[in-house]
């Protein structure tokens, strides 16, 4: 198989490790639904990449539904993508064992996540935060993928796929893995904390006023933007003005993205405007956008059966695709079977 003849498939996920916060929304969730029906999409519940750290079993469960609830409601249609926890298919392991064999331990030691998350603890926390990106990559290949729709924060792991999948594909002779594209696209690529524009949010950030959840009510939510870091200086003329102001910068962004416009457009309606107008029409406008899908979630939630048939569904059409690949793969490494 040549690089040019992969079919266009995209893979992407995301983990249950506390409530869905608006980072993922605007930088993932919000392209993942939109990219349906441009090529076939697979999303993933990435159950195995949270225990990285440690999860409490029933919080796990229950994160599992509200994050599927979360997906469901901001637009993922499981009639037109497959959905899924990636527990269900055993396969994502198999071919990262593979990868484990296959990735460097210096490429590993360059990941600034794991830096980041390890922090100054790094010879405490769990192999599997180490092993994290190998985990991504077999996540990503085992379906062929060849597009991931990902926040800024994760294309350091999509490059790191690549060069498993170049490697592999050097070592055996062969083109089996595709070279997947990253796809990092929006005013909203990286969503920063809102009280520390120099830190993105997180679902597992400290604080709770740092982040919008998507379950926050329009109250918190508008406390939330009222007591966001920013500057003294009002909204400038123009984009540039925004240089070196990250909190103020942030702001702008979050508001085009929630509007499907451009930043640049937001500041030609808000130029010279204090934050005392500029935060509450933030407010506002992020209200009428997640107060639905919020409403909707709640919906779901209160079904959790039906979640787990949809989940329990695409995995098994999850399953269709990723065990011939895996079978293959496994023919090429020379592992015998009778
Ligand atoms: N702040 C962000 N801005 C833009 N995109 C973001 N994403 C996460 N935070 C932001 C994107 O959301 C998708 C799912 O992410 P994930 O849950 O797999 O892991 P993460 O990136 O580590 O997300 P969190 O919220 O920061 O989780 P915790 O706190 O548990 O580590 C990805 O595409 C990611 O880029």
């Known amino acids: 198989m040549t690089q040019s003849t992969f079919t266009p498939r995209v893979f992407s996920g995301i983990k249950p490790s506390g409530g869905l916060q608006l980072g993922n929304y605007l930088g993932a969730i919000k392209r993942?639904?939109?990219?349906?029906?441009?090529?076939?999409?697979?999303?993933?519940?990435?159950?195995?990449?949270?225990?990285?750290?440690?999860?409490?079993?029933?919080?796990?469960?229950?994160?599992?539904?509200?994050?599927?609830?979360?997906?469901?409601?901001?637009?993922?249609?499981?009639?037109?993508?497959?959905?899924?926890?990636?527990?269900?298919?055993?396969?994502?392991?198999?071919?990262?064992?593979?990868?484990?064999?296959v990735a460097r331990v210096g490429w590993m030691n360059r990941m600034t996540q794991f830096k980041d998350k390890a922090g100054s603890n790094a010879e405490k926390v769990s192999l599997g935060l180490y092993a994290y990106p190998s985990l991504m990559a077999a996540d990503i290949l085992l379906y062929h993928a060849t597009h991931v729709p990902v926040g800024e924060d994760q294309k350091q792991h999509v490059e790191l796929t690549r060069d498993i999948a170049s490697k592999f594909n050097h070592d055996f002779k062969t083109d089996f893995f595709p070279l997947t594209e990253p796809v990092i696209e929006g005013p909203a690529t990286r969503v920063m904390n809102l009280r520390d524009g120099t830190k993105k949010m997180s679902k597992s950030g400290e604080s709770d006023m740092e982040r919008v959840n998507m379950l926050d009510d329009a109250d918190k939510i508008a406390k939330k933007f009222k007591k966001a870091k920013t500057d003294p200086e009002?909204?400038?003329?123009?984009?540039?003005?925004?240089?070196?102001?990250?909190?103020?910068?942030?702001?702008?962004?979050?508001?085009?993205?929630?509007?499907?416009?451009?930043?640049?457009?937001?500041?030609?309606?808000?130029a010279g405007?204090?934050?005392?107008?500029?935060?509450?029409?933030?407010?506002?406008?992020?209200v009428a956008k997640l107060a639905p899908i919020s409403d909707e979630m709640c919906r779901l939630m209160n079904d959790p059966a039906e979640i787990d048939r949809i989940l329990g569904d695409g995995a098994y059409k999850a399953r269709e695709i990723a065990e011939p690949i895996l079978q293959q793969a496994y023919d090429i490494v020379g592992f015998l079977r009778s």
Not at 251 to 260: E, F, K, T, W
Not at 273 to 286: C, I, N, Q, S, V
């Open 32 to 101: 993942w639904a939109d990219m349906q029906g441009e090529m076939e999409t697979i999303y993933c519940v990435v159950d195995l990449h949270a225990i990285t750290v440690w999860q409490d079993p029933a919080e796990l469960r229950d994160g599992t539904r509200e994050i599927a609830a979360g997906l469901l409601a901001s637009g993922i249609d499981p009639t037109k993508s497959i959905l899924f926890n990636q527990s269900q298919v055993s396969a994502h392991v198999e071919l990262c064992w593979l990868f484990n064999c």
């Open 234 to 270: 009002p909204l400038p003329e123009t984009l540039d003005g925004l240089k070196d102001r990250p909190e103020a910068r942030n702001l702008v962004d979050i508001y085009s993205a929630l509007n499907d416009t451009t930043p640049e457009a937001v500041i030609a309606e808000y």
């Open 273 to 286: 405007a204090g934050w005392g107008t500029f935060k509450p029409a933030l407010a506002d406008l992020a």
